[in-house]
């Protein structure tokens, strides 16, 4: 994507993504890995989960295998926990975050902690480099406390879960792509300037309100893929709104998907689901 505007992000692309179903039967909306939009290199996947009926996922995520990239949890409302066959154990509940690196294997399950109530947040999928697609598995709990809350400008709060803000950094890993990930809360008219790296792809979800993103106006539900180049404007319409705010530095190296292994070329696909049958995982 290259961006025609010095001084600001546009926006490329506008989408309400695509409504489906993962793990054991839970309702979600995917957003990235779609036929519309497959990738944002290197952002493979994108899901929104929302619900106040507990039938749309109590199911959960039983265990499965991932290999070749990272998953990063962000529960908004409700209550998630992690296992893995790498000894990974850990509860996220309002606010919180998992963040874990399949790398060369690793096989977990994410499971509603709560029978009742609204379960709302998102789960990203980030690529690995091919350096480090193998590397060893690594998991890690982001509780609340740990994510700065930022006051950025009057009427505009920012949780920073990963990168930096001014002198602000947020508590996710340091990683080739240089993830950067904001919540960023506006009230109505408020407006901020995001600090995204220049040269990151990204897009700005709104889950909240209404939102001017690069000067365009998008509702809840409505995620904007935005160009490579300049800070990010957000503003706040009549009322109150949440954006997340996404970026990573692009790898530009070839993509093979199968599932739930990300990998470079289709032979180490192969290898992967041979592995993972074999019980090497």
Same mark, same amino acid.
Do not use: C
């Given at each position: 994507?290259?961006?025609v ?16 179903q993962?793990g054991?039967?839970v309702?979600?909306? @995917? ?6 939009? &497959?990738h ?10 929302? !619900?106040?009926d %507990?039938k ?6 039983p ?5 070749g990239f ?8 409700? !209550?998630?926990?992690? @296992?893995?066959n ?5 509860l996220?509940?309002d ?8 790398g060369?294997g ?6 509603? +902690?709560?029978? !009742? ?8 999928w980030? $690529? ?6 193998m590397?060893a ?10 994510? &700065?809350?930022l ?9 920073l879960?990963?990168? =930096? ?5 947020? %508590? #996710? ?5 240089? &993830?950067?990930? /904001?919540?960023? =809360?506006?009230? /109505?008219g ?15 979800f709104v889950? +909240?309100g /209404?939102?001017a993103?690069?000067g365009?106006? *998008? #509702? +809840?539900?409505q ?8 800070? *990010?404007?957000? @503003?706040?319409? /009549?009322e109150? =709104?949440?954006? *997340? ?5 692009p ?8 599932? &739930?292994?990300v990998? $470079?070329?289709?032979?180490?696909l192969?290898q ?10």
């Amino acid at each position: 994507m290259t961006a025609v505007q010095a001084t600001g992000r546009r926006i490329v692309k506008v989408t309400r993504g695509m409504p489906t179903q993962d793990g054991a039967g839970v309702s979600l909306t @995917r957003l990235i890995g779609t036929p519309e939009i &497959p990738h944002i290199d290197p952002i493979l996947m994108l899901d929104n989960f929302g !619900s106040d009926d %507990p039938k749309a996922y109590i199911a959960g995520f039983p265990p499965h295998p991932h290999r070749g990239f990272e998953t990063v949890s962000y529960m908004i409302h409700g !209550s998630l926990e992690h @296992r893995d066959n790498k000894g990974g154990r850990g509860l996220i509940t309002d606010g919180g975050v998992q963040w874990m690196t399949a790398g060369r294997g690793v096989v977990h399950s994410e499971m509603p +902690a709560q029978s !009742s109530g609204v379960m709302f947040g998102f789960q990203l999928w980030l $690529n690995l480099p091919a350096r480090e697609k193998m590397r060893a598995p690594w998991y890690q709990d982001i509780p609340r406390d740990m994510i &700065p809350v930022l006051d950025v400008t009057p009427g505009v709060q920012a949780k920073l879960i990963a990168g =930096s803000w001014g002198a602000s950094r947020g %508590p #996710g890993p340091e990683r080739p792509t240089a &993830p950067f990930i /904001a919540d960023v =809360s506006l009230e /109505a008219g408020a407006r901020a300037i995001v600090p995204v790296p220049d040269g990151h792809n990204g897009f700005a979800f709104v889950f +909240a309100g /209404a939102a001017a993103i690069g000067g365009e106006t *998008l #509702g +809840a539900g409505q995620m904007a893929v935005l160009s490579d180049s300049g800070t *990010l404007e957000l @503003r706040g319409m /009549a009322e109150a =709104s949440r954006v *997340l705010v996404v970026a990573a530095r692009p790898l530009g190296e070839p993509i093979a998907k199968h599932g &739930p292994f990300v990998m $470079n070329t289709v032979d180490e696909l192969r290898q992967a689901v041979s592995d993972y049958q074999r019980g090497l995982f």
